[in-house]
């Protein structure tokens, strides 16, 4: 079992670029959440899901788009990068809303220069 | 929302019990009180939850007063892989939105 996994790890980007963070879990759960932190901050919460084909908007979404075409995958999009997106990226999962253990990735570090 | 108030950091000698406390005042009767930890550079890693009674598992014990007003997180013998920050989340809304506040940076000394 390999958990909640994020790719890449690392990434520098130039102002303006896009990419896609992409989030995998193998628990076969049904909630998956993008969070950012930010240095010296707590996580907050981009966008979630709640099923295959549903994504919501969470505490600070804008600049963010998100899918959810497979159960397993989340992808993060950033499609026009700026400065202030320079975070740690984390992603999770979940299989309760109600419950709410999340199982939390590694994280991606991202520069936008 | 229940907002969580907690100390910014605290100091505990290795071998002895941290108690992490946190003031949840708002908190509704169905709220849980959930407790995370994220050692540095790492994601956040769930500690336990609780609701009315105490908890325990094989990492901590949550002691929940009767107004449920407050809590208090017990590591009974903290080694220096605890060292962490420590939050005290109650989820809200629809979606059970976990909100990571600045948490408490608990420091186990040698």
């Known amino acids: 079992n390999a958990g909640v996994t994020q790719t890449p790890k690392f990434r520098v980007l130039k102002t303006g670029q896009s990419m896609t963070l992409l989030c995998a879990q193998d628990?076969?759960?049904?909630?998956m959440y993008w969070y950012r932190q930010d240095p010296g901050m707590g996580l907050r919460l981009i966008h979630y899901?709640?099923?295959?084909?549903?994504?919501a908007k969470g505490e600070v979404p804008d600049g963010y788009n998100v899918s959810r075409l497979k159960k397993q995958n989340f992808l993060l999009g950033l499609e026009s990068a700026a400065p202030s997106q320079t975070s740690v990226y984390f992603c999770?999962?979940?299989?309760?809303?109600?419950?709410?253990?999340?199982?939390f990735g590694p994280g991606t570090r991202l520069t936008v220069l | 929302d229940a907002k969580t108030t907690q100390p910014t950091s605290m100091d505990c000698a290795e071998g002895r019990a941290a108690n992490l406390p946190c003031n949840h005042s708002t908190i509704s009767g169905n709220e849980y009180v959930y407790w995370y930890r994220q050692i540095h550079s790492q994601g956040p890693q769930y500690i336990i939850h609780?609701?009315?009674n105490n908890e325990t598992n094989e990492m901590a014990s949550l002691i929940i007063t009767e107004d449920r007003k407050s809590s208090t997180l017990i590591l009974p013998h903290a080694t220096l892989r605890d060292t962490a920050v420590y939050y005290c989340i109650a989820p809200y809304g629809s979606a059970r939105q976990l909100t990571f506040g600045s948490g408490t940076q608990l420091t186990v000394l040698p």
């Open positions: 628990m076969n759960h049904e909630y």
């Open positions: 609780g609701l009315k």
């Open positions: 899901s709640v099923g295959e084909g549903t994504t």
């Open positions: 999770a999962s979940s299989y309760s809303l109600t419950f709410n253990e999340q199982f």
